[in-house]
């Protein structure tokens, strides 16, 4: 084949691949040829591996979320854009901004408390109060209005184990307030006390012997961990630069906030009807190469329904080879809320999925020693299937001019008086004392739901949002509930919050759940009469336009197409918690 010929049969190539083709000797090139001819190939090898990287993006994008769901994000996309630019016209910014400012100040008036009767304190007293003082102060702003956790009012939020194990805490925030598990030689007591509770921890999630954790400020930080550790073990170990994660759209916030945080790329997967579990289909189109970690909650948060976790520890351990891993894929198993129930599930006789370290894919699990464990708030733990991971969330400044610099996790000091607390409650509860509690709540979510699904009162009005196992019980609105029966679940929401309750709305779908709690425990046989009340006045009353506050919110929020306002108003609360 002539030189000619083979430029006439692909004329499309880049001038420097025919060129290529050309007999040519380098040697007889002059200094410039040799020069331009290099910058060719150069910019063709550059325009090849973008086209390579473009291919495979498109490629992966349409394997994971399918023609349609592809076609589906860029039209939420072009709508959200649309929007975006809509809210910034000159004679809609102001009205927006008008908007927000009045809903900020509403509920600036109803947090921040103001009048004669309030003394605020926003300058450092010249000189200090007496201790009688200060003491009487503090009941004072102890016994501020607020809604009655104490009488079993509030959803989730208080974890409290009773007074008597309030006041052991107290004894032992007394006797370690001032010790700081950073300098373990000055207080050797706080750090035998944390290697127990990461232990113990370990041990009842059926940690491997070659297992380890570490404690942490709360189940986010827990979260933020186990991602930082996937995503460095990764580039480590597969130079996984782009990393990605597969998170269930029910996983807790703080995977997103993890993503942010830490750059990795979050995919959010459906949980569908009728099971409300991660959609494992979904998740396995979406492992690739970059993926680093995927995730299962047990429960999740919004509808306490524990994710499939052996069928993610099947592509967990598959995923290896998809991934061009070297093994396979780190999985994070989210036990923040199930914390001291799951592992008491089976004990006590309720039934209860494989969910821990048993499953043999299961890489972490963070658990909220601060949540049904009882400890004092500012306590969680994340286990690790093996050492090596752990170290991947560990940071070292080696040459810092303060002295070689170690920390486990985010924080540098911490209050040891808070692993003291977390401490003395698992020894004082042990594990009886959390099978007893694991009883009392899951028998009391089982009593609500019961209620939701067979009284009269209830049953043709609301619906429960999966199987629940655990503490949590979310239900609906019937979608199909005939016009005298139909109501909007958040007038439902609405009217508990009249009643006192304090219950959480939930958005996409719309609904609302109880996490129940011991002080709920006690109160169950309210909390259902007053549902059953307050359904009976909503009853065949939905109507358009007139909405209450949790409508008003979740209603607006959920049909606007760019969060941008939500941002705005989320920022504003914020803002808020800050105000003297
Ligand atoms: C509470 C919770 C977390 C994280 O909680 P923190 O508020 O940071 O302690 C994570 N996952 C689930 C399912 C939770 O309920």
Redesign the pocket.
Known sequence: MSPSSSRLTIPQLPVSLTTLRTPTRLTNLTKPQFLTLTLDLLRTTLLLLFLLRLTTKTFLQLRGYGLVGTATQFYRYVRRRCYTVFLRLPFVAPKVKAELDKTLLELEKKLVPTGPGVKVYSTLPEQGWSVEDVRGELDGISGMEHTSWETGRVS?AVYHGGAELAGLQEKAFGLFGVSNPIHPDVFPGVRKMEAEVVAMVGGLFNAPAGGAGVST???????LMACLAARQKALAERGVREPEMVVPET????FRKAGEYFGIKVHLVACPAPSYRVHIPSVARLINSNTVLLVG?A???PHGIIDDIPALSRLALKGGKVAGAKGAINLHV?????SFLMPFLARTGFPCPEFDFRVPGVTSI?V?T??YGFAP?GN?VVVYRTKDLRRYQYYVCPDWSGGVYASPGIAGSRPGALIAGCWASLMRMGADGYGDTCLKIVSARQRIEDAVREHEGLRHSLAVVGKPLVSVLAFHARPAASPENRVDIYDVADGMSRRGWHLNALQDPAAMHV?VTLPIVAAVEDLVRDLELVVGECRGKVQEGKKGDAAALYGVAGALPDKSIVRELAGGFLDTLYKT
Not at 217 to 223: A, D, K, N, Q, W
Not at 251 to 254: D, E, K, L
Not at 334 to 338: I, N, P, S, T
């Open positions: 989730g400020s709360g189940g986010t930080e827990s979260i996983g807790h916030a703080a909650s429960p999740n948060f989210d036990c923040c809320l199930g963070s909220d601060h949540k708030k969680s996490a």
